[in-house]
Nanobody, 126 residues
Framework: QVQLVESGGGLVQAGGSLRLSCAAS????????MGWFRQAPGKEREFVAA????????DYADSVKGRFTISRDNAKNTVALQMNSLKPEDTAVYYC???????????????????WGQGTQVTVSS
């Protein structure tokens, strides 16, 4: 079992940057593909970014490509989301998620992820 704890959310002006971090428990972190998702009020949870077990593969939602970067440090059991050029429409609760994968792959669908963090609020003011 994996426990995930996000941090780094907050209030930022449009055009600013934030760095989210997700700390995972357990000794097999390198066996898990990781992802970031977000949910705005009244909307469904949506995919933001994903990274494979080794970090060699990444994928992004079209809405964040070129602005957000996902990375991981398997030695520290952490995954990060660097968010630049933030827009008001990026406002949401951001969730970290994990799924054990047999192969190195990115996972972009919500229902495949087994473990979720509690979320961290990101608010971008205009």
């Amino acid at each position: 079992q994996v426990q995930l704890v996000e941090s780094g959310g907050g209030l930022v002006q449009a055009g600013g940057s934030l760095r989210l971090s997700c700390a995972a428990s357990g000794r097999t972190f390198s066996m898990y593909a990781m992802g970031w998702f977000r949910q705005a009020p009244g909307k469904e949870r949506e995919f933001v970014a994903a990274i494979s077990r080794s970090g060699g593969l990444t994928d992004y939602a079209d809405s964040v490509k070129g602005r957000f970067t996902i990375s991981r440090d398997n030695a520290k059991n952490t995954v990060a989301l660097q968010m630049n050029s933030l827009k008001p429409e990026d406002t949401a609760v951001y969730y970290c998620a994990a799924v054990n994968t047999l192969q190195s792959q990115v996972v972009v669908t919500t229902d495949r992820y087994r473990y979720w963090g509690q979320g961290t609020q990101v608010t971008v003011s205009s």
